[in-house]
C-alpha cells in the first residue's frame, strides 16, 4: 500500500489557479522530486501535502485516510507520521539544538523526559550534531542548521518525509554531505520521501521517482525517473531545466 497518494489535485490562492491535475504516489523507501522553475507552485504542493493548504479540488490521501476530508483528530494524528525539514530549517531561535530536536516528542508525548532526551541524542549523532546541542541556532553555519532540522524531522520516527529545498544556500561540498545524509536516513529507516528542489546534482543524487510542474500550462508536465526526463524528454521546459538550457524561442 502506498503511503501517500495524490489524486487530480487542484491548487488556487483565491481565484489564483497555481496547479491543477497532479497526480502521484509515494511508497516506502522512494524518493520523490517536485521539480520545475521558479514560481511554478512547487512549495505550494509541499504546503497542500503536509496539512497547511486546503485544496480546490482533489485528494491527499495518507495510507487509506483522506486528509483533507478527515476530523481534526484525525488530521492530527496524520500528521504525527510525517517530518518536516523546511527550506529555512525553521529552527526556533530562542531555544537550544536539543531542545528544538525535542520538540516533536514533546508534543507526541508517547516517551518519558527521560526517554525524549536518549532519542533526540541518539539522532543528534547520526546527523553529526551531538557536540552542539547545547548551541544556539545563531552559532550554526547553514549546513549544521539544516542537519537539526533534519533531525528534528525524524526524531520521532516518521513513516514519510518532507524536504523543502534541502540543498539552498549550501556550498557544493555541504550540499553533497547532506544528500548523503538523506540516503543514509532513507535506507535505514525505510521513509518514503518528498524532496522539493531545483538542485540538479540532489536532484540525479537522490530521487527514483519525480513530478515536473509547468509554470505556463499549470499542470505536470512530465512524470518518472529524474535521469530519464534528462535523457528522454522532448518537452522543451522539461529539456531546458534537466540541462540547466535557455529555452529557444522563435
Same mark, same amino acid.
Given at each position: 500500500m502506498a503511503l501517500l497518494r495524490v489524486h487530480d489535485l487542484r491548487l488556487q490562492y483565491g481565484q489564483t489557479l497555481v496547479q491543477e491535475h497532479i497526480h502521484l504516489q509515494l511508497a516506502s523507501g522512494q524518493i520523490l522530486a517536485v521539480m520545475g522553475g521558479s514560481g511554478c507552485g512547487k512549495s505550494t504542493l509541499m504546503k497542500c501535502l503536509i496539512g497547511l493548504l486546503e485544496p480546490a479540488s482533489g485528494q491527499v490521501m495518507y495510507g487509506e485516510q483522506d486528509y483533507w476530508r478527515s476530523n481534526d483528530a484525525m488530521r492530527k494524528q496524520l500528521r504525527s507520521d510525517i517530518g518536516v525539514l523546511f527550506q529555512s530549517a525553521a529552527l526556533w531561535s530562542s531555544m537550544t539544538v536539543l531542545d528544538n530536536v525535542l520538540l516533536p516528542l514533546q508534543v507526541q508525548q508517547q516517551l518519558s523526559p527521560a526517554e525524549q532526551r536518549?532519542? =533526540?541524542?541518539?539522532?543528534?549523532?547520526?546527523? #553529526?550534531?551531538?557536540? =552542539?546541542?547545547?548551541?544556539?541556532?545563531?552559532?550554526?553555519?547553514?549546513?549544521?542548521?539544516?542537519?537539526? #532540522? /533534519?533531525?528534528?524531522?525524524?526524531?520521532?520516527?516518521?513513516?514519510? /518525509?518532507?524536504?523543502?529545498?534541502?540543498?539552498? #544556500?549550501?556550498d557544493p561540498i555541504?550540499?553533497?554531505?547532506?544528500?548523503?545524509? !538523506?540516503?543514509? !536516513?532513507?535506507?535505514?529507516?525505510?521513509? #518514503? !520521501?518528498?524532496?522539493?528542489?531545483?538542485?540538479?546534482?540532489?536532484?540525479?543524487?537522490? =530521487?527514483?521517482?519525480? !513530478?515536473?510542474?509547468?509554470?505556463?500550462s499549470k499542470q505536470p508536465i512530465a512524470h518518472g525517473s529524474p535521469v530519464k526526463m534528462r535523457d528522454e524528454s522532448n518537452h522543451p521546459t522539461v529539456r531546458a531545466f534537466m540541462h540547466r538550457e535557455e529555452i529557444k524561442t522563435p
Amino acid at each position: 500500500m502506498a503511503l501517500l497518494r495524490v489524486h487530480d489535485l487542484r491548487l488556487q490562492y483565491g481565484q489564483t489557479l497555481v496547479q491543477e491535475h497532479i497526480h502521484l504516489q509515494l511508497a516506502s523507501g522512494q524518493i520523490l522530486a517536485v521539480m520545475g522553475g521558479s514560481g511554478c507552485g512547487k512549495s505550494t504542493l509541499m504546503k497542500c501535502l503536509i496539512g497547511l493548504l486546503e485544496p480546490a479540488s482533489g485528494q491527499v490521501m495518507y495510507g487509506e485516510q483522506d486528509y483533507w476530508r478527515s476530523n481534526d483528530a484525525m488530521r492530527k494524528q496524520l500528521r504525527s507520521d510525517i517530518g518536516v525539514l523546511f527550506q529555512s530549517a525553521a529552527l526556533w531561535s530562542s531555544m537550544t539544538v536539543l531542545d528544538n530536536v525535542l520538540l516533536p516528542l514533546q508534543v507526541q508525548q508517547q516517551l518519558s523526559p527521560a526517554e525524549q532526551r536518549a532519542r =533526540a541524542m541518539e539522532v543528534l549523532a547520526w546527523v #553529526g550534531m551531538s557536540e =552542539a546541542c547545547d548551541r544556539m541556532p545563531a552559532d550554526l553555519s547553514g549546513g549544521m542548521k539544516k542537519r537539526v #532540522g /533534519l533531525a528534528r524531522a525524524i526524531v520521532a520516527r516518521p513513516h514519510m /518525509l518532507f524536504l523543502d529545498e534541502p540543498s539552498a #544556500g549550501l556550498d557544493p561540498i555541504s550540499s553533497h554531505k547532506l544528500d548523503r545524509l !538523506i540516503l543514509d !536516513i532513507r535506507d535505514k529507516t525505510g521513509a #518514503g !520521501i518528498v524532496i522539493v528542489t531545483h538542485e540538479l546534482p540532489s536532484i540525479y543524487a537522490l =530521487a527514483d521517482d519525480g !513530478i515536473f510542474l509547468d509554470a505556463d500550462s499549470k499542470q505536470p508536465i512530465a512524470h518518472g525517473s529524474p535521469v530519464k526526463m534528462r535523457d528522454e524528454s522532448n518537452h522543451p521546459t522539461v529539456r531546458a531545466f534537466m540541462h540547466r538550457e535557455e529555452i529557444k524561442t522563435p
